[in-house]
T-cell receptor, first 111, second 116 residues
Framework: DQQVKQNSPSLSVQEGRISILNCDYT??????FLWYKKYPAEGPTFLIS?????DKNEDGRFTVFLNKSAKHLSLHIVPSQPGDSAVYFC??????????FGTGTRLTIIP | EAEVAQSPRYKITEKSQAVAFWCDPI?????LYWYRQILGQGPELLVQ????????DSQLPKDRFSAERLKGVDSTLKIQPAELGDSAMYLC??????????????FGPGTRLLVL
């Protein structure tokens, strides 16, 4: 049972435009959500997170939105840059329990 | 900048052979995690250590997988015997904090295993 889903395996965006990556979850007990970024031949690196008590968290060009009623979160990258090309994973946890990862979305920024 | 080290980076083995992966976490990090990432999927936690003690190994296939962190520093993950379905990326992560304070997990580059 896939509790965290990223339905778009890939996404291509023009440089300078907005990239929107989506993630859906089924477990209503999840209360902490994260986005990780992964370059080839490297491990995932933490990007941004959001607690379930918030609906938005912003860090520079990156903003995560959480819609608890829809069990949906999204990552917005504005403006998109070539260095943003990577695989993005969303992940969720219940309190201090283990992370459950989505399947990832490969983002390609077109110069 | 301190990093999580893993070796080997790539491993090709034949079915039924034994394989072992090594992880050296960031110095001072008490918590160590082993994840398995099958192609096209997200990482899945196999085992979590707090110092030398196992905190969670509920997803570790214990009939063939074993993990140890004898002195609470580096760790070894072993598979014996390897099966075709074990082909995956094995990621190690460490955290300075107890429990899963998620954003503080630092991942190594992984070991890519191919079982023939």
């Amino acid at each position: 049972d896939q509790q965290v889903k990223q339905n778009s395996p890939s996404l291509s965006v023009q440089e300078g435009r907005i990239s929107i990556l989506n993630c859906d979850y089924t477990n209503s007990m999840f209360d902490y959500f994260l986005w990780y970024k992964k370059y080839p031949a490297e491990g995932p690196t933490f990007l941004i997170s959001i607690s379930s008590i918030k609906d938005k968290n912003e860090d520079g060009r990156f903003t995560v939105f959480l819609n608890k009623s829809a069990k949906h979160l999204s990552l917005h990258i504005v403006p998109s840059q070539p260095g943003d090309s990577a695989v993005y994973f969303c992940a969720a946890s219940v309190g201090d329990e283990k992370l459950t990862f989505g399947t990832g979305t490969r983002l390609t920024i077109i110069p | 900048e301190a990093e999580v080290a893993q070796s080997p980076r790539y491993k090709i083995t034949e079915k039924s052979q034994a394989v072992a992966f090594w992880c050296d976490p960031i110095s001072g990090h008490a918590t160590l995690y082993w994840y398995r990432q099958i192609l096209g999927q997200g990482p899945e936690l196999l085992v979590q250590f707090q110092d030398e003690s196992v905190v969670d190994d509920s997803q570790l296939p214990k009939d063939r997988f074993s993990a140890e962190r004898l002195k609470g520093v580096d760790s070894t993950l072993k598979i014996q015997p390897a099966e075709l379905g074990d082909s995956a990326m094995y990621l190690c992560a460490s955290s300075p904090l107890a429990g899963v304070v998620s954003e503080t997990q630092y991942f190594g580059p992984g070991t890519r295993l191919l079982v023939l």
